[in-house]
């Protein structure tokens, strides 16, 4: 596929690894942020390839993972009732809530639907004028521009039987709170190229000013990652804090503005709350009043749930970047992708589940080798 | 959600005033929500697609510059490769480069 595969070639990437290699002349901590980021330098083993000269710290990139318990016990209420058809993402499935996930409803008799699109959950509205609609609309700001446009198509078509219920998270305040954070070993960081995409780039540079931190703007293939890498690296050997931009091809300096624009008419910024690392202020987007009637939360009377986390998921201390996916105790024992503990195990941008599929294809292809 | 991929605009069509298009990724063919990106897409354009929208459009004269600087550097690296191991074995440490 063109535009994709010239940034896999293995030539450029070994080129790539002796150069970062070359330059290092000492172990740096490294943050990617994005969790597509990090299931591309799990699966390539670029993280084993750089030892010794560069570690990669897992960032809280994966939205699914990082929406709060309470936020998908609220998404399997409102899917349990009748009349109600609840569409989400794919990976959404198998989320576990507190005693239950989405598959289970869908067993148990609830009309759970996996779409692509938030606009395929619109057109569902308009095939069944009967039926409640509600699409779960998790992410970061990647998707925030296809949530809003889903809500603002919604009332300019008049659709009166679709809602959303949000979960809509944005990055910067997620990095400074890394940042802030006691015990912080980080030094720079490979911002979301998608998220970038959309928002353009001018928010990290008062961040990579405050903090003294490289803040490099990266693409998903490994040729992507590790010339990112080598950009950050060279940064720190010169001493500079700069926000540069690897995924020229897919980011401009504004970001795509009519993309932001809907966002800003539809949502407002909110405090929310990060799963494993607390509430953080303004870091989360909300239904603006004037679009209250798609507000699912408010539909469906779930606003005041709140749930405790259980204790042998370990995904807070992954998603901060405090542990590696294998350090959990649970770790391929009690959790699986099959009955995982929490998101991480589950969603296709979960660290957990890059490390466990790593793990399950090393063992495959050991026992293709065995004598 | 981070996974998005670039796909060539096929078509471009209003859909009671939404902008969309058929996007072609590689052989696959998909409708996809163009209005974001409306201003800068014709037919024969990239755009990077996310959950059924074009997040934003592929610079192709961008990318065919990343690609010439890092085959440029993959080759530098591949002919000091070629001159270090062509150098005579005469224990002339200095010789080369």
Known sequence: MKYLEEYRDAEIAKSLITRIRARATRRWALMEVCGGQTHTIVRQ????????????????????????????????????????????????????????????????????????????????????????????????????PANAMAVWRARDLNVKNFSVLVSHVTVPPAVTAI???????????????????????????????????????????????????????????????????????SVHRQ?????????????????????????????????????????????????????????????????????KPRQCPSFGTQCTPERPLGAPMVSTEGACSAYYSLVKHRAAEQAMVAP | MCLAIPGRVLSVRDDAGLTMGVVD???????????????????GAYVIVHVGFAISTLDEEEARRTLEVLREMHLLDELDAMTASAEPPSGDAGSGR
């Open chain 1, 45 to 144: 083993g670029l993280d084993e390839l750089l030892e010794g000269a560069v570690e990669m710290i897992h960032g809280p990139g994966c939205p699914v993972c990082v929406t709060p318990l309470e936020q998908i016990d609220k998404a399997l209420a409102i899917a349990a009732r009748p009349g109600v058809i609840f569409t989400s993402f794919g990976d959404m499935l198998r989320v576990p809530g507190s005693h239950s996930d989405l598959q289970q409803v869908r067993a148990r008799g609830g009309d759970v639907r996996v779409v692509y699109s938030p606009l395929d959950a619109l057109a569902l509205a308009q095939h069944h004028p009967d039926k409640e609609v509600v699409f779960f609309a998790v992410g970061f700001e990647t998707t925030a």
């Open chain 1, 179 to 249: 940042l802030d954070a006691p015990g912080n070993r980080v030094q720079g960081f490979l911002a979301a190229g998608h998220v970038c995409a959309v928002m353009g780039w001018e928010e990290y540079v008062p961040i990579a000013a405050r903090y003294g931190v490289p803040i490099v703007v990266t693409g998903f293939e490994p040729v992507d990652i590790l010339e990112g890498i080598a950009m950050a690296v060279a940064q720190l050997e010169d001493g500079r804090h700069e926000v540069e931009n690897q995924y020229a091809r």
């Open chain 1, 255 to 323: 970001g795509t503005p009519a993309a932001r624009a809907r966002v800003q008419q539809v949502f407002e910024m909110t405090d929310r709350k990060w799963r494993g690392i607390g509430e953080i202020p303004m870091s989360g987007l909300r239904l603006r009043e004037e679009f209250s009637a798609y507000d699912a939360e408010r539909l469906f009377g779930v606003a005041d749930l709140s749930v405790t986390e259980p204790e042998a998921c370990k995904a807070g201390e992954v998603l901060t970047g405090r542990i």
């Open chain 2, 25 to 43: 990724f590689g052989g696959v063919r998909r409708d996809v929500c163009l209005q974001y990106v409306a201003d800068e897409v014709a037919v």
